[in-house]
């Protein structure tokens, strides 16, 4: 059997001295290099670059030696760099978890289909709509509604790039809404108040046009959302037989709530702060947006989920609206994340943060799970 026969020019072999010389200089980070085999990759490439350049040999090998010993020692500096702590990205959107906030997969755009853009009514000439998800599979019957205000600032987004936040509710088999109302800074906190009221006498209205039963209706939202939550399940009627609008002669009652970081007493909250955008508004008004003042025996159960260091809504405003609901005998939960400030943020541990966020989207799907489903 013939072996292969390696010729080595003398030139050639000084180059492979010189060169193992230098992976082998004093300082050098690459322990586990083998010599021969860096030196018979720079020998390849010296030998293909003289085959289309006609440069002599040895030029060739000096520069493919370079190349070789640079990659090298870009992967010697890239290993020898100590893993660093993920960068801390600040407090997540409303509380949600890091998985809710991506674009959702194509998958998981095929397990919902939408109704767009319902309109339920108009501010000021503008239309003020709603965005339903229906489950593709499993549908249970029941279904939520998301109340999309941060601030009382309710901005608009296709379905496709909000299915994300509502994709473990539609996994459950609920049918969800999101539901916007005329929007801060030009519209204040009354604003919105009468506009969520009013788009849930439509949703309840129209739930069987979405596969959904009236009667297992369920709210959630976050701060400002988690006001309004709150406000639709403790300011809620059974419609005005006498209304102009023949929408206000339907009611608007539901059987669940699930509010994060809620303010729920706005005078206690807001009374002193400058006068700007959404609380841009008479303070003999406060009462009428105060859900803790609508507390009675009727009101739905309710979930109640905020951090003990919330600087933005401080605790004490859960901790009333939980108080309330204890003394006329409605079924309620209040639960308290260690350290968390506002949308569950733990400065300087976002691991702890998206825990906290995704911990509480769990509890409130099982908490709708608990109180809807049949």
């Known amino acids: 059997m013939n072996k292969k026969r390696t010729y080595r ?16 200089s004093p300082g050098d980070a690459r322990p586990n290099v083998s010599h021969e085999r860096c030196w018979r990759r720079a020998f ?31 992967g010697a500096a890239v290993a020898q760099v100590p893993a660093q702590p993920p960068a801390d ?4 959107l409303s509380g949600y978890p890091r998985n809710a906030l991506r674009a959702p997969t194509p998958a998981e755009l095929k397990t919902a289909t939408y109704v767009r853009d319902v309109i339920y009514g108009h501010h000021d000439g503008m239309a003020l709509t709603y965005d339903v998800f229906k489950p593709v599979r499993n549908a249970n019957g029941a279904l939520v509604v998301n109340m999309v205000s941060a601030g009382w600032n309710s901005s608009w987004a296709p379905p496709e790039e909000r299915q994300a936040r509502y994709q473990a509710l539609i996994d459950k088999g609920f049918t969800v809404v999101a539901l916007y109302h005329a929007s801060a800074p030009r519209f204040q906190v009354p604003d919105a108040v009468a506009d969520v009221r009013l788009g849930m006498r439509h949703i309840k209205l129209h739930a069987r046009d979405y596969g959904a039963d009236p009667k297992r209706i369920g709210v959630w939202g976050a701060s400002a959302g988690g006001h309004l939550a709150l406000v639709a399940g403790m300011m809620a009627d059974d419609g005005n037989a006498g ?9 608007n009652r539901v059987a669940a709530v699930v509010a994060y970081f809620p303010p729920t007493d706005l005078a206690a909250l807001l009374q002193g702060r400058p006068k700007a955008g959404a609380i841009n508004f008479d303070d003999k008004l406060f009462a009428s947006v105060s859900p803790i003042l609508s507390v009675d025996a009727h009101d739905p159960p309710t979930l109640i989920l905020h951090g003990d260091a919330d600087r933005g809504v401080p605790p004490a405003q859960s901790e009333a609206m939980h108080a309330a ?3 006329v005998g409605v ?3 209040l639960k308290m994340f260690a350290g968390a400030d506002h949308d569950f943020y733990v ?21 709708f ?5 049949k």
Do not use: C
Request: no cysteine.
């Open 89 to 92: 990205p600040g407090p997540p």
């Open 347 to 367: 400065k300087g541990d976002p691991a702890k943060t998206d825990a906290y966020a995704t911990d509480a989207m769990n509890e409130m799907v099982a908490w």
């Open 243 to 251: 209304a102009a609008n023949p929408l206000e002669r339907s009611g």
């Open 44 to 74: 390849r490439m010296a030998r293909l670059q003289r085959k289309t350049t006609g440069e002599p040999l040895v030029n060739r090998l000096w520069s493919a030696a370079l190349a070789v010993v640079l990659a090298v020692g870009a």
């Open 9 to 24: 020019s003398p030139r050639s072999q000084i180059f492979i001295d010189q060169f193992g010389a230098t992976l082998a």
């Open 369 to 373: 799970e608990s109180h809807l489903r």
């Open 325 to 327: 609901l204890d003394k």
């Open 331 to 333: 079924e309620n939960r």
